[in-house]
């Protein structure tokens, strides 16, 4: 089955720019999904095919996929980014949904 | 307004049933996917299976095929997780998630997002 490998933790200074990477076998060929997830609550769509916003999602959240990498910019990071995030795709192969581990975003 | 509204909290000793819901509202029931989503306590977000309301087509991932049952009421909306025998792993957060159905330009991510039912398992 498909897997998704995310680093377990990234850390990022106020204001500055935090990227999460979520890696699998030529990911570029797939389209990624990304999710926020703050303690206590459900989590919430942030990027949809690769790159795209849901509505309220701000543009200094953006996504990227290539090769074997796809890659979540968050800009200008402030205390209330600090959440888990997850990549996830679909497996044509299988039709299931896979998740990757998630990454904990802490702001110092 | 779209929505998922969840079943409430259960405590279940080892052994027992359970059956946990999901009522849709705010938009069309049979045009999106309900799936099943799991977290147990600090950990990351599993798939665990999806329902398609308009013929009740389901597709279990393997981790949990065989051991709980996806089902649904499309006369009231409504999705249903349930469990004939649980045991202590299954203590966790459920949640169930709306996904746009093939071909449309919803496919494939998971737009909206009840607010989870926690499942406790103890003896």
């Known amino acids: 089955s498909y897997v998704l490998t995310q680093p377990p933790s990234v850390s990022v200074a106020p204001g500055k720019t935090a990227r999460i990477t979520c890696g699998g076998n030529n990911i570029g060929s797939k389209s990624v999904h990304w999710y926020q997830q703050k303690p206590g609550q459900a989590p919430v769509l942030l990027i949809y095919y690769d790159n795209g916003r849901p509505s309220g999602i701000p543009e200094r959240i953006s996504g990227s996929n290539s090769g074997n990498t796809a890659t979540l910019t968050i800009s200008r990071v402030g205390a209330g980014d600090e959440a888990d995030y997850y990549c996830?795709?679909?497996?044509?192969?299988?039709?299931?949904?896979?998740f990757g581990g998630g990454t904990k975003l802490t702001v110092l | 307004e779209v929505q998922l509204v969840q079943s409430g909290a259960g405590v279940k000793k080892p052994g027992e049933s359970l059956k946990i819901s999901c009522k849709g509202s705010?938009?069309?029931?049979?045009?999106?996917?309900i799936n099943w989503v799991r977290q147990v306590p600090g950990r990351g977000l599993e798939w665990m299976g999806r329902i398609d309301p308009r013929d009740s087509y389901i597709s279990y991932s393997p981790s949990f095929q065989g051991h709980v049952t996806i089902s649904l009421d499309k006369s009231i909306t409504t999705a249903y997780l349930q469990w004939s025998s649980l045991r202590a792993s299954d203590a966790a957060m459920y949640y169930c998630t709306r996904m746009g159905r093939e071909y449309t330009s919803s496919f494939g991510f998971h737009d909206y997002w009840g607010q989870g039912t926690l499942v406790t398992v103890s003896s």
């Open positions: 705010g938009y069309s029931f049979t045009n999106y996917w």
């Open positions: 996830q795709v679909w497996d044509s192969v299988t039709e299931h949904v896979v």
